[in-house]
């Protein structure tokens, strides 16, 4: 792989732990302290796959996207909550089945590492609460990552929302629907 990040940087992570610490008294400052490293990590993402088309994508979600009490198992696929709207991941599960992207949930933040590793994907698009951003920007830095902080949520882990706008124009970007299959499901 050859996406290069400063978060290989053993100086880098040291240096934004530290400013994380010394911003956390003050509020939000160092969620937009978060937000803004996001950011940036998207305009080096965005610039690499310009010569660099992805042909295996991977889409993350947190386990606090699923509504709670949700039976369906989302952990192999969201095939279940293709037909479902009681929770954002049907309108992923839709959004993903349109691009053809493969979509996980991941319960815990080290199992979205480990299905990183595992499947080796050219680009993952994924959102999670701040501070498990940058874990993700810490502990794969060397796969081009695309990600949104999660939409304020019921309470701490429960019912979170996505920011579907920003997933759409993501998976428009790396991989546009083809103009007949658009024509074909507005009919």
């Known amino acids: 792989m050859s996406f290069q990040s400063p978060w290989q940087s053993t ?4 240096a934004v732990a530290f400013l994380r610490l010394l911003l956390r008294p003050f509020g939000q400052l160092e969620n937009r302290f978060v937000e803004k490293l996001t950011h940036s990590q998207n305009q080096r993402v965005v610039k690499y796959l310009e010569n660099h088309p992805p042909e295996n994508m991977l889409l993350i979600m947190p386990r606090c996207v699923k509504k709670s009490g949700c039976k369906a198992n989302v952990q192999e696929g969201l095939a ?3 037909q479902c709207r009681q ?3 049907g309108d992923v599960a839709q959004l993903c089945d349109q691009h053809g992207i493969e979509a996980l949930v991941a319960f815990r ?3 979205a590492f480990k299905m990183a590793r595992t499947r080796t994907p050219d680009l ?3 959102t999670a609460c701040h501070d498990r951003l940058i874990k993700a920007l810490r502990a794969v830095p060397e796969y081009p990552a695309l990600l949104a902080p999660l939409p304020p949520m ?3 882990c429960v019912n979170a929302g996505v920011d579907l706008v920003w997933l759409a124009q993501q998976l428009e970007r790396v991989c546009p629907v083809p103009a007949k299959a658009r024509a074909a499901g507005n009919s």
Not at 11 to 14: C, L, M, Q, S, V
């Open 11 to 14: 100086f880098f992570r040291g």
């Open 124 to 126: 993952i698009i994924a």
């Open 154 to 156: 019921e309470k701490m």
């Open 80 to 82: 279940e909550c293709l």
């Open 109 to 111: 933040s080290h199992i």
């Open 87 to 89: 929770c954002p991941l």
